[in-house]
């Protein structure tokens, strides 16, 4: 495949220069095809008669992404609920159910996420892979059941990595630094080397680190301030091992780890309970813009390591492939929760001192997957192209938290009469959990396409999946409802088909048109309990008894256009769609319980369209736009009774509403510009422009007066009065999330061996609000999670 390093387009189209051709090569050549393996066999990206961005790794780094959040932006439906680093949530077409919290582990995910053929999805915890060595970023959009099974109800995105090649010793490294205004610094070594092992084998080797600067400042109890807390590290490599001893044979094996730690969170709090100017018994505190309060480190600490083997075997019409694969995940997440426990210790009628008693909540997941695909392909150009194949899955889930408080056991017996040791708790814990779950997943699919003439064909395919999970949830502490000794069980299963028929019509070599209709699916789960210590009479009435929730499904409607102009110079793809969406897992907060429970809204619909154009109008000029418009919706909603027979909506469930975390409008546009110098050099330029709308992080963001914490309204939160009498009886925040646009510049010098760049990614410094993150329904803390401030930086990079 050819990929681009002077066109810069925020999507990859039909039209690709070879790696550093010249601009005059660039003008003989034209613009190159694009192979994607969208449908689990190799296609012109033009041809797949559905929806699909493909990023280069090239134009990954030219439009200044970091990361899988900073790429999003780039391309048209695709979105990232940003939670920091390797807490990143998926959005295809607006279609998301709100923003999943760290304590759901049972919550499944609507895009299914790849490492080329291996599935590392989690529905919060997807691994946030350094975006090195890849031949390219695929998106599909719409659902994949079919062929990618549960969790691609809205779509897919693949992580294709750069294969061992046989015959050929190659290899490229790079190193970058940058400084962040108001921030720390940062930078990264990477590197990469094919060998080949005699005539038959190859191995690829790949080894990067990452020093992600910080840029978040922390006030400290005693006033002090400590800087840049939200800094990290993220190392890893990959191991590959091709193996060919004949034409008909290839081997595959590979090993992927990688370790992610940071220190902090990109959090910038707005109201703490601790921490505000509105005290008066106590020491006020004014957080500024990028400052947060804490009295405890927080951080991630996440090891992820994948195993696979991939095997092709080729007889005849047809080759058959099996890939298994072994996925091992470790993470830890630390978070100060000295507010909530101190917000819960007042209620409880603590005095100050108690209040303000450190207390770090610990989030640790264990996760070992094991997977298993084997499927037959069809090869050659006959009228008849087909698929089958069976997929298998084993998933063991170990998910806990603690929140050792030194010397809380004192406080708890003197205050409500009990401790955490005698709630099935250790010492000094007032909340423990240890959840375990077990998942298996058995599936058969099939998928053919018919050419019935040189114009039209057609595509058909079917999926059927059986699923069954079985949880054993352990609880105990004085802020939680402690289980039975040996834990209370919990079960749930499912299966159903998930169909797909496509009809495709092509008017001439750069003119296709395609209709589709597919259903996706989301595997159901079982709620946990609430923490009833902690819950208003409402809540429990509203929140309390909710068992599992069922698989949710969506049918998707596309229309779509696929056309190249003036000789291939002008590529445009756009495609509208109509997504009904039944029973949609809608996560909801608990109120005061601090607890999580998810709904099944009966309808709810996604309506948009979404168009991509890049253009080469001179050898020296590139030109990418994006833009993508979702009208996604609630169509009914959730209803409880009160005690006093009165119904209220649950937690923002009510029709009309609009689909949290991902915006209604994305837009995005690149210039890029080439310029021959002497000795083979070129100067370029590459300027890149970003706009994302208003989104809210959860239904319940929606209710009026939620932006409120005290005061009349019946949304808003209750004003906790510690360190009263406050000065204020209302303390107000916008819960909208609002639109931001941000740019970014790139400039340097290139080879056919060398590049060189200075770059600079926020230029105007935009303070982008990404997320809302709150504890004990606003009364204990509100906060912001926010991008990076503008980073000045400098690049290299060699291949031989």
């Given at each position: 495949?050819?990929?681009?390093?002077?066109?810069?387009?925020?999507?990859?189209?039909?039209?690709?220069?070879?790696?550093?051709?010249?601009?005059?090569?660039?003008?003989?050549?034209?613009?190159?095809?694009?192979?994607?393996?969208?449908?689990?066999?190799?296609?012109?990206?033009?041809?797949?008669?559905?929806?699909?961005?493909?990023?280069?790794?090239?134009?990954?780094?030219?439009?200044?992404?970091?990361?899988?959040?900073?790429?999003?932006?780039?391309?048209?439906?695709?979105?990232?609920?940003?939670?920091?680093?390797?807490?990143?949530?998926?959005?295809?077409?607006?279609?998301?159910?709100?923003?999943?919290?760290?304590?759901?582990?049972?919550?499944?995910?609507?895009?299914?996420?790849?490492?080329?053929?291996?599935?590392?999805?989690?529905?919060?915890?997807?691994?946030?892979?350094?975006?090195?060595?890849?031949?390219?970023?695929?998106?599909?959009?719409?659902?994949?059941?079919?062929?990618?099974?549960?969790?691609?109800?809205?779509?897919?995105?693949?992580?294709?990595?750069?294969?061992?090649?046989?015959?050929?010793?190659?290899?490229?490294?790079?190193?970058?630094?940058?400084?962040?205004?108001?921030?720390?610094?940062?930078?990264?070594?990477?590197?990469?080397?094919?060998?080949?092992?005699?005539?038959?084998?190859?191995?690829?080797?790949?080894?990067?680190?990452?020093?992600?600067?910080?840029?978040?400042?922390?006030?400290?109890?005693?006033?002090?301030?400590?800087?840049?807390?939200?800094?990290?590290?993220?190392?890893?490599?990959?191991?590959?091992?091709?193996?060919?001893?004949?034409?008909?044979?290839?081997?595959?094996?590979?090993?992927?780890?990688?370790?992610?730690?940071?220190?902090?969170?990109?959090?910038?709090?707005?109201?703490?309970?601790?921490?505000?100017?509105?005290?008066?018994?106590?020491?006020?505190?004014?957080?500024?813009?990028?400052?947060?309060?804490?009295?405890?480190?927080?951080?991630?600490?996440?090891?992820?390591?994948?195993?696979?083997?991939?095997?092709?075997?080729?007889?005849?019409?047809?080759?058959?492939?099996?890939?298994?694969?072994?996925?091992?995940?470790?993470?830890?997440?630390?978070?100060?929760?000295?507010?909530?426990?101190?917000?819960?210790?007042?209620?409880?009628?603590?005095?100050?001192?108690?209040?303000?008693?450190?207390?770090?909540?610990?989030?640790?997941?264990?996760?070992?997957?094991?997977?298993?695909?084997?499927?037959?392909?069809?090869?050659?150009?006959?009228?008849?192209?087909?698929?089958?194949?069976?997929?298998?899955?084993?998933?063991?889930?170990?998910?806990?938290?603690?929140?050792?408080?030194?010397?809380?056991?004192?406080?708890?017996?003197?205050?409500?009469?009990?401790?955490?040791?005698?709630?099935?708790?250790?010492?000094?814990?007032?909340?423990?959990?240890?959840?375990?779950?077990?998942?298996?997943?058995?599936?058969?699919?099939?998928?053919?396409?018919?050419?019935a003439t040189q114009q039209w064909s057609f595509t058909g395919g079917l999926r059927?999946?059986?699923?069954?999970?079985?949880?054993?949830?352990?609880?105990?502490?004085?802020?939680?409802?402690?289980?039975?000794?040996?834990?209370?069980?919990?079960?749930?299963?499912?299966?159903?088909?998930?169909?797909?028929?496509?009809?495709?019509?092509?008017?001439?070599?750069?003119?296709?048109?395609?209709?589709?209709?597919a259903r996706g699916f989301r595997l159901g789960g079982i709620n946990d309990p609430?923490?009833?210590?902690?819950?208003?009479?409402?809540?429990?009435?509203?929140?309390?008894?909710?068992?599992?929730?069922?698989?949710?499904?969506?049918?998707?409607?596309?229309?779509?256009?696929?056309?190249?102009?003036?000789?291939?110079?002008?590529?445009?793809?756009?495609?509208?769609?109509?997504?009904?969406?039944?029973?949609?897992?809608?996560?909801?907060?608990?109120?005061?319980?601090?607890?999580?429970?998810?709904?099944?809204?009966?309808?709810?619909?996604?309506?948009?369209?979404?168009?991509?154009?890049?253009?080469?109008?001179?050898?020296?000029?590139?030109?990418?736009?994006?833009?993508?418009?979702?009208?996604?919706?609630?169509?009914?909603?959730?209803?409880?009774?009160?005690?006093?027979?009165?119904?209220?909506?649950?937690?923002?469930?009510?029709?009309?509403?609009?689909?949290?975390?991902?915006?209604?409008?994305?837009?995005?546009?690149?210039?890029?510009?080439?310029?021959?110098?002497?000795?083979?050099?070129?100067?370029?330029?590459?300027?890149?422009?970003?706009?994302?709308?208003?989104?809210?992080?959860?239904?319940?963001?929606?209710?009026?007066?939620?932006?409120?914490?005290?005061?009349?309204?019946?949304?808003?939160?209750?004003?906790?009065?510690?360190?009263?009498?406050?000065?204020?009886?209302?303390?107000?925040?916008?819960?909208?999330?609002?639109?931001?646009?941000?740019?970014?510049?790139?400039?340097?010098?290139?080879?056919?061996?060398?590049?060189?760049?200075?770059?600079?990614?926020?230029?105007?410094?935009?303070?982008?609000?990404?997320?809302?993150?709150?504890?004990?329904?606003?009364?204990?803390?509100?906060?912001?999670?926010?991008?990076?401030?503008?980073?000045?930086?400098?690049?290299?990079?060699?291949?031989?």
């Amino acid at each position: 495949m050819s990929i681009v390093t002077r066109s810069i387009p925020l999507f990859l189209c039909a039209g690709a220069l070879p790696l550093f051709a010249s601009a005059q090569q660039a003008d003989d050549q034209g613009m190159h095809e694009v192979i994607v393996t969208a449908q689990k066999r190799t296609t012109n990206l033009q041809d797949v008669p559905f929806s699909v961005a493909a990023t280069s790794e090239n134009q990954i780094r030219n439009t200044g992404s970091d990361n899988i959040v900073e790429l999003a932006r780039n391309i048209a439906g695709f979105s990232v609920a940003d939670l920091g680093p390797g807490q990143s949530q998926m959005a295809i077409r607006g279609i998301s159910a709100g923003q999943v919290i760290r304590d759901q582990p049972g919550v499944k995910e609507q895009v299914g996420v790849y490492l080329d053929e291996s599935p590392i999805s989690v529905a919060l915890f997807t691994p946030d892979l350094e975006l090195f060595d890849l031949d390219r970023f695929e998106v599909l959009r719409g659902p994949q059941g079919t062929l990618f099974g549960a969790g691609s109800e809205a779509g897919t995105v693949r992580y294709i990595t750069r294969q061992p090649q046989l015959g050929k010793l190659e290899g490229a490294a790079d190193a970058s630094y940058d400084h962040v205004d108001h921030g720390g610094d940062g930078g990264a070594v990477r590197a990469s080397i094919n060998l080949p092992l005699g005539s038959t084998a190859a191995v690829r080797i790949v080894g990067y680190y990452h020093h992600l600067p910080g840029f978040i400042d922390a006030i400290q109890p005693t006033g002090s301030i400590r800087k840049s807390v939200n800094d990290g590290d993220r190392s890893g490599g990959r191991i590959a091992l091709f193996f060919q001893p004949n034409d008909s044979l290839s081997i595959t094996p590979r090993i992927v780890f990688q370790n992610l730690t940071t220190n902090g969170y990109p959090r910038v709090d707005l109201y703490n309970i601790l921490a505000n100017p509105y005290t008066t018994t106590q020491p006020a505190v004014t957080i500024g813009d990028r400052q947060q309060f804490t009295q405890q480190r927080e951080g991630i600490n996440d090891d992820f390591g994948l195993s696979d083997l991939k095997v092709d075997y080729a007889f005849g019409p047809a080759t058959l492939t099996s890939i298994t694969s072994y996925t091992n995940r470790k993470v830890t997440v630390l978070r100060d929760a000295t507010q909530l426990t101190g917000s819960v210790t007042f209620d409880f009628g603590g005095s100050p001192d108690q209040v303000r008693i450190s207390s770090p909540l610990y989030d640790r997941t264990k996760l070992n997957v094991i997977s298993e695909e084997l499927r037959l392909t069809s090869t050659g150009d006959d009228a008849w192209q087909w698929l089958v194949g069976g997929f298998y899955q084993h998933v063991n889930r170990r998910y806990g938290q603690d929140l050792p408080t030194a010397g809380y056991d004192a406080v708890s017996q003197q205050l409500i009469g009990t401790a955490s040791a005698a709630n099935n708790a250790p010492p000094n814990t007032p909340y423990f959990s240890d959840i375990s779950y077990t998942l298996k997943q058995y599936a058969a699919f099939g998928e053919t396409t018919f050419k019935a003439t040189q114009q039209w064909s057609f595509t058909g395919g079917l999926r059927y999946y059986k699923f069954s999970e079985d949880r054993l949830l352990n609880l105990g502490g004085v802020f939680a409802s402690p289980t039975p000794p040996g834990g209370v069980p919990g079960s749930t299963s499912s299966n159903g088909v998930s169909p797909r028929a496509i009809a495709s019509f092509r008017l001439n070599e750069d003119m296709q048109f395609n209709l589709q209709a597919a259903r996706g699916f989301r595997l159901g789960g079982i709620n946990d309990p609430i923490n009833i210590p902690l819950c208003s009479p409402q809540d429990i009435a509203v929140f309390g008894g909710q068992k599992n929730w069922k698989d949710e499904k969506n049918w998707n409607y596309e229309l779509g256009a696929k056309m190249r102009f003036l000789e291939r110079r002008l590529t445009l793809n756009i495609a509208a769609f109509y997504d009904d969406i039944k029973d949609l897992q809608a996560t909801t907060t608990a109120g005061t319980c601090s607890s999580r429970i998810v709904f099944n809204v009966p309808k709810s619909r996604s309506v948009g369209v979404e168009a991509e154009l890049f253009a080469r109008p001179t050898p020296n000029w590139d030109v990418g736009l994006s833009a993508t418009y979702v009208n996604a919706r609630l169509r009914s909603s959730v209803v409880s009774t009160l005690p006093d027979g009165t119904k209220v909506p649950v937690g923002g469930l009510q029709d009309g509403n609009r689909l949290p975390t991902a915006p209604q409008t994305q837009a995005a546009a690149s210039v890029g510009y080439t310029l021959p110098m002497a000795s083979e050099r070129d100067f370029f330029a590459i300027a890149t422009l970003q706009y994302v709308g208003s989104s809210f992080s959860q239904f319940e963001n929606e209710k009026d007066g939620f932006g409120s914490i005290g005061g009349t309204s019946p949304n808003a939160a209750r004003l906790i009065p510690f360190g009263g009498p406050l000065t204020t009886s209302v303390i107000n925040f916008n819960a909208e999330l609002p639109s931001y646009t941000l740019g970014n510049l790139r400039v340097g010098v290139k080879t056919l061996r060398w590049e060189a760049a200075l770059y600079c990614n926020n230029l105007w410094d935009e303070t982008a609000r990404l997320a809302l993150d709150y504890e004990r329904n606003r009364s204990a803390r509100v906060g912001y999670l926010t991008n990076q401030p503008r980073t000045f930086g400098i690049y290299g990079r060699t291949t031989f």
